[in-house]
């Protein structure tokens, strides 16, 4: 004992020039190429709202960045002059009605997933969550032929139903749930709860973060959505934004005007994450989506 007390304290290695380099290049590294990804992202935005927002004639830089010369001519043309009222109106039902029936079908099942004890449930959840691995396109010819057969083909029936089993969330949800302590739910039978109310009283409260989310998500995925829209959409009255626009590229439409609706489908992007980032932020500080 008397020989480790009279050891004397061990003095910190001293670092290196070498490695006070590396580190310091480490420390300028990351910020620096923080900063150039953002600037290759917001680049493309920025020059989409510049033309947007240009007069006719200032269709290319440095023309466009001039702000003497920014005008709304182009969105009250393409707005006037096309069916973006209706495509947007199409997009919003779209999103919004498929992020409301995808959150609660996929806080149901994970919910049961989860907390639930029956025969055949983690055969039942591992199948589901096999399909993360079929491509959406080997899907594509099948689910166009049932929606077909329903008589869906051109409508917000066909548009919407056939995206609404989202594994991807289900998962998410079941291991959000997952964390939730069981004397919760325990002491909510004892005291005569039914399904339901524990449903809507507890799990619903507390998985709040994590339906914000996901809600952010499944919108920006249905908003962006092309593909299928493009095969069951198949009038002018039941095509999309992200559809509608494309169409507009083969009508000799000028670029400032495409540009213009292109910023126009930006912005409900935009104001639902605004909207919930403060839950995003959350979730995340919750663990919720840990890996």
């Known amino acids: 004992m008397a020989q480790v007390l009279d050891r004397p304290p061990v003095r910190p290695v001293a670092e290196t020039p070498a ?27 920025a020059a989409m709202v510049l033309v947007a927002f240009a007069p006719p ?19 009250s043309k393409v707005l006037s002059s096309s069916d973006i009222p209706r495509w947007t109106v199409n ?43 079929v491509p959406f396109q080997a ?10 057969k329903l008589d869906w083909v051109d409508s917000y029936w066909g548009l919407i139903v056939p995206t609404l089993a989202n594994s991807q969330a289900v998962f998410l949800m079941r ?11 325990e002491a909510a039978e004892i005291d005569g709860a039914p399904e339901w109310r524990i449903f809507t009283m507890i799990v619903l409260p507390l998985v709040r973060p994590v339906l914000a989310t996901l809600g952010i998500f499944v919108f920006l995925w249905h908003w962006n ?37 292109a910023t126009i489908t930006v912005v409900p992007s935009l104001l639902v994450f605004g909207l919930l980032q403060r839950y995003l932020t959350d979730s995340i500080a919750m663990s919720g989506l840990k890996a």
Do not use: C, H
Request: charged share 10%; no cysteine.
């Open 57 to 75: 004639s200032g269709q290319t830089f440095p023309d466009a960045l001039n702000p003497a010369n920014f005008t709304l001519e182009n969105f």
């Open 19 to 45: 490695a006070s380099r590396r580190t310091t290049a480490g420390r300028l590294t990351l910020p620096t190429l923080l900063t150039l990804t953002a600037i290759v992202t917001v680049v493309p935005f």
């Open 225 to 261: 959505d092309f593909l299928w829209p493009l095969v069951i959409g198949q009038s002018g009255k039941m095509q999309t934004l992200t559809v509608g626009l494309a169409t507009l590229q083969g009508q000799a439409v000028p670029i400032n005007q495409l540009m213009a609706g």
């Open 175 to 185: 291991q959000f749930i997952l964390q939730l302590p069981d004397e919760l739910f």
């Open 139 to 148: 899907t594509l010819i099948p689910s166009y032929i049932l929606v077909a």
């Open 91 to 133: 997009s919003l039902l779209y999103s919004l009605v498929s992020v409301a029936l995808v959150l609660l079908f996929a806080a149901m099942a994970g919910y049961a997933f989860a907390k639930k004890k029956f025969p055949g449930r983690e055969i039942m959840f591992w199948a589901f969550l096999a399909t993360l691995m």
